[in-house]
């Protein structure tokens, strides 16, 4: 299961139509990551069984190394709820399991047990599924030869319309207990440990992409060399700039080349006061995901604040700052974890919005007034 890279054209015909232009795109101009990619097979190689997650803020790549991966091994099986409609029980169980029949079950044509299988799934109860994928899991797993490995990779998995199955399941059904050789890798944004949905009686392991700023500069870097190979104090720029994003580098790289030869060096203020229409986009889904149904007073205290704020800040100094308990505070910032840096300053945990271009969109909005 070792990564190696692609040939070109990337072939997508493995997987479902839905998802098929999809990984085209996210694994265009792929660059680098090979310290996840190694991370993963270690993973696979030292347990016979397990969950695998890829941790990391919005645009920070999760779709994309999750796209390279599943293309790089097409008998996996892929699903990425942050897609348009794909984001119920319902729509999961009625995907991967469909792959699993046709991509490990249908091998030797379509028998009776097919046949009951796939009128099982038909019948299935949107809010029984837990059964019926275990049960297909574990007939795989009984017939995998020992070199095999079975790879299931759900992305944006935080992106479940939780309605859309009773509370005390796991997302999306998945299994509590795996069989050998069976493993997911999933890709979402920060969570908090209480809150993540997942109850597991398997090995685990959680690589959080914002542990590694070093290998993330230099795959960001590479990405912008493919765009501005000439102008290698502009990429060192927007290797700053982009603080590792490569949503925010994806949509502001075409922007720039489009113009005349960029050899000149574009400030901070040039390159964030027009922001692409798709990052614009994006953002704009970031802010209707943070304020649900409203912010409560203190949320736009604390919110407004933070796009004040360049540098991170404590629980206790906003509280003091705002004048508001420390209690509510914290449960404001709990609530846009998704959103925040979190890191150690002085001894204490500080807050920042993820990336300063969304912080400087939202200053520019009318929305917090």
Not at 95 to 107: A, E, F, H, M, N
Not at 149 to 162: E, K, M, N, P
Not at 191 to 219: C, H, V, W
Request: hydrophobic residues 35%; contains cysteine; glycine residues 6%.
């Amino acid at each position: 299961m070792n990564f190696s890279p692609l040939a070109t054209p990337i072939s997508t015909a493995a997987y479902p139509r839905e998802f098929q232009q999809l990984l085209r795109e996210k694994t265009e101009n792929f660059v680098g990551r090979k310290f996840v990619f190694s991370a993963i097979s270690d993973f696979l190689a030292s347990y016979s069984r397990g969950y695998f997650t890829i941790v990391g803020t919005p645009g920070c790549g999760k779709s994309s190394i999750l796209a390279q991966y599943v293309t790089a091994h097409p008998r996996s099986i892929y699903y990425n709820a942050g897609v348009e409609g794909k984001n119920r029980s319902h729509d999961f169980l009625a995907s991967v399991c469909t792959q699993l029949i046709d991509k490990y079950l249908l091998g030797n044509g379509e028998t009776a047990e097919i046949v009951k299988l796939k009128t099982q799934l038909q019948n299935l109860d949107s809010n029984d599924g837990n059964w019926f994928l275990s049960l297909l899991l574990q007939k795989i797993s009984d017939r995998l030869d020992p070199q095999q490995r079975l790879v299931i990779a759900i992305d944006t998995v935080d992106a479940i319309a939780r309605t859309s199955q009773p509370p005390s399941t796991n997302l999306f059904y998945l299994p509590r207990y795996l069989g050998d050789r069976t493993y997911f890798i999933l890709a979402r944004r920060p969570f908090l440990r209480e809150k993540s949905g997942l109850l597991i009686e398997a090995p685990s392991q959680t690589l959080d992409l914002r542990d590694y700023p070093a290998q993330n500069r230099e795959d960001a870097l590479n990405y912008i060399q493919q765009y501005l190979s000439n102008a290698p104090e502009l990429c060192q720029q927007l290797a700053t700039l982009g603080e590792n994003n490569f949503m925010y580098l994806s949509q502001m790289l075409p922007a720039i080349t489009e113009n005349s030869q960029p050899d000149a060096n574009l400030g901070e203020s040039s390159l964030l006061s027009e922001l692409p229409p798709g990052l614009a986009a994006y953002y704009q889904n970031h802010w209707l995901r943070m304020k649900g149904d409203g912010l409560s007073a203190v949320e736009l205290s604390v919110l407004n604040l933070l796009v004040e704020s360049t540098a991170g800040l404590s629980v206790s100094a906003i509280s003091e700052i705002i004048d508001e308990d420390e209690y509510e505070v914290e449960k404001a910032l709990d609530n846009w974890i998704e959103f925040l840096n979190k890191q150690e300053i002085g001894g204490e945990i500080c807050y920042s919005l993820y990336h300063a271009s969304f912080r400087e969109w939202l200053g520019k909005q009318s929305i917090l007034e």
